[in-house]
């Protein structure tokens, strides 16, 4: 009985002083082995009862966790931390063996893990402690924006648990057992900020130091002193005290502090700032560090890589070329070299580079100028064949120079990859190119693609205005002259001549001259071509300079389509409806007194997207030549020259269009034509005249070729000549429509004095009686031919004997009617 008495005033007495019992720490993201690492921190913040934390409960909001003692006890006294540890812990970790104070109460849990799967820490979590029944005692959501290692830790014991009240730790690892990083002393100075200027300092330069001194405790503080150290030969050094006026700085504020030091020594120096005040009760946050590489004189691209020979057989083959642009030598001791996969010293002994001066790193010694230096390194790092990175830092790590190549910007077997402008960018790819010396590189001497003392060049490509020209044209041909030397030049003539495609004769356009280019400075001539004729040519520029030493690039070439006029090149017959086995065709006709270029001509229907072309090679076509364009080669070409395309479009044997274009895209002849207007299963569609317009119906009609077609010849239904008339006149008369091509069609051609007009042609026979009505209300222009078959309406044909042709016009220039008769004979075999 007297031992349960006892038991009860235990619970009673342990029982009353739990509301002092708070969480104060949670690492929810540990360094390391998420698994092991993990715990929370009580403390006993009651100022004389103990509590017995056996049975107490820890929750992640879904799952409890019991707390058990560690070794024997599980009572944590008046000021004291409690460390609850996850049993795998203290077998698989010491990452707080050495941190947590002796005097700190060491528990663990029940389970493996705090909760139901650990602490989360990537999304918010709410942890709680809870009496043996569960009753809430302290709770806290914590926000997952720690960094690996860094705890949550309360602020102060005596508030509430607050997301205010809380923050991340200070201190790596958190502070388990002992005060946390962020409560805040009486007097507490520390180092917030530690920095410098310029980035990037040398042996000649001053360094300003930055520092920010923040008041992190709860009272005011008048003054400290910061004493700065050099670590740079490893020993630390006293390098200056700075004394500082805080002017009662309070609690919560900073103050920027701005100190000056140097010029330092070559190399890696680490800066040591701390601050030195008497009422400062907390010492940890009272440092801070930085490192800092003071370099030498060597300015980065000082020495520059220059010529790179990546693909040979051998790896004893490969090689570099450095070359020093500065004006002030330089020493390669302990530079390095690096590739993607290795780093090499060059040498360890003194090398000095002089200023323009070239030095080869190679496997082995190599042939070249006795003025080039050589480092030979057995070890060089192996340079990829389809690309690699080369970096070249100087002996305290700065880097100097850097290259990323691939097969793309040049080089090849035994072909180095050569710079081209030693003052442009090593990153800059089109800085680089491929070696065109004769034997495939140029150790230790001027690159051959780089530029020389003198060396105008022409810079392409050409420009035409208009950019796509017609015959007569003039044409301004512009291009670019630039100083590609080292030099300023003057006094630079270009000249700019052609020829046809298919002839080397050659005729002068003009001449100009530029008086004066800086180096790397351009000038934009232009040069008229006057009255330009059609055709395909080549035009050359070509570039004269007394002192031009690289002549190689003073020549441009470059083709020019100079359009024909529309209908210099007709379409003259339509296979549109081919017999059996037989290809589609289209037959071109040249009527012209001259030749006719058809390189890079095009066809397409009504259908086609893009143009098919039909040659890309120069196919002249010659006065009263014909052209014969088909899907194969199996058409009966006759004389015809024959273009075979396999891309042809397939023509419509209801109706379709048939579209030229010249090499400019311009539409040189357009037919629209219809079944109606002639052709058949295995006859084609042929024109009458060439000189009349390509869309009129009645100058079409059905080859009466007893194969079928003329392919390559005079069309079977030709008429040779239309007579000029003023009026109308009619040609043949007699005709006879008898179908054996030879006079099947008349020509009525009429002239009228005005632009446009309404035409109606009427034919009558010998009584009167209308048997043809031709045209009725037709649009004409003041000039036209139209054809009759000798048949009337019905489509019969009619019988021998004299018609008399009616034709009227509604003059809209004059507003007037005219008329005009005439007579024709249709004749026929008796």
Known sequence: MQNRMLILLYCVIYLRADAQVILSEIMFNPAGNERTNEYVELYNAGKSESVDLLGWLLSDGTKFSTILPFEESSILHPGQHAIVL?????????????VIP???????????????????????????????????????????????????????????????????SLISGGTPGYQNSVTPLPFDLGLSSFAFSPQRPSTQDTIFLRLTITNMGDEPIDSCTIIFQDSADIHPHPICEKAIVLNSLPAGDSIKVRHKIGPLSAGLHTLHATIDCALDEKLLNNHSWLSMIIFETYAPRSVVF????????????????????????????????KDR????????????????????????????????????????????????????????????????????????RYISLERIRIEDE????????????????????????????????????????????????????????????????QDIKTNISYHAINDNTVFDIGDNTVAFLSPRQSALTTIAWHNVPSGVYVLHVELRMPLDMDPANN?????????????????????????????????????NHFPIEMMTWCMSDDTADTPVLLSSNPTPICPGEFVLISHDSTVQSGEAIPLVCSQL??????????????????????????????????????????????????????????????????????????????????????????GDGHDDHVAISYEIPGAVAHVNIKIFDINGRLVR??????????????????????????????YIILFEALNETRMCIEHVKKTVVLAGDL
């Open 649 to 738: 479009p397939s023509f419509s044997n209801d109706y379709d269009d048939v579209i030229l274009y010249d090499g400019n895209g311009r539409v040189i002849d357009h037919v629209h034509y219809a079944s109606a207007w002639g052709g058949t299963r295995g006859h084609s569609l042929e024109r009458i005249n060439p000189e009349v317009n390509s869309n009129e119906p009645s100058n079409w009609t059905t080859c009466v070729d007893p194969v079928g077609h003329t392919a390559g010849l005079v069309n079977s239904v030709y008429i040779k000549s239309v007579p000029q008339s003023t009026s109308v006149a009619v040609s043949p008369d007699p005709f006879s429509p008898d």
């Open 341 to 412: 996969k290795k780093i090499v010293m060059l040498t360890s002994e003194q090398c000095i580079l002089n200023p323009g001066d070239y030095c080869l790193l190679a496997n082995r010694e190599l042939n070249a100028p006795k003025s080039c230096q050589q480092i030979v390194e057995g070890k060089l790092p192996e340079l990829n064949n389809t690309g690699d990175e080369l970096t070249l830092t100087d002996a305290v790590g700065v880097l100097i120079d850097s290259v990323a190549y691939e097969q793309v910007h040049g080089g090849g």
């Open 86 to 98: 996850v049993p795998q812990y203290f077998d698989e970790s010491n990452a707080y063996d050495s």
């Open 773 to 802: 009505f031709l045209l009725n209300n037709s649009p004409s222009g003041a000039k036209r031919t139209v054809y009759w078959n000798g048949h009337n309406d019905e489509g019969t044909r009619c019988r021998m004997g004299i």
């Open 102 to 168: 002796e005097d700190a109460l060491i528990l663990t849990i029940d389970k493996s893990q705090f909760g139901a799967y650990g602490f989360k820490n990537s999304e918010s979590e709410c942890v709680s402690l809870h009496q043996p029944d569960t009753l809430l005692i302290a709770s806290y959501c914590y926000t997952p924006d720690n960094a690996d290692g860094f705890s949550e830790e309360k602020r102060k014991m005596s508030a509430d648990d607050s997301e205010v009240n809380w923050s991340n």
């Open 306 to 337: 220059n010529e790179i020979m990546y693909d040979t057989d051998e790896k004893s083959d490969e090689w570099l070329e450095i070359y020093n642009a500065s004006s002030r030598p330089v020493d390669l001791k302990n530079w390095h070299l």
């Open 555 to 591: 020549r441009l070439a470059d083709s020019v389509t100079v359009s024909y006029q529309p209908g210099s090149l007709v379409i003259n017959e339509i296979m549109y409806s081919p017999a059996h086995n037989e290809c589609e065709w289209i037959e071109l006709c040249n009527k």
């Open 426 to 489: 090593s990153t800059l790819a089109a800085n680089w190119g491929s070696c065109l010396a004769e034997n495939g590189s140029t150790p230790g001497s001027l690159n051959s693609i780089s530029p020389r003392e003198y060396d105008a060049a022409i810079r392409g490509p050409l420009h035409l205005d208009p950019s796509l020209p017609m015959s007569g044209d003039e044409v301004l041909v512009s291009f670019e002259i630039v100083n590609s030397g080292r030099s300023a030049i």
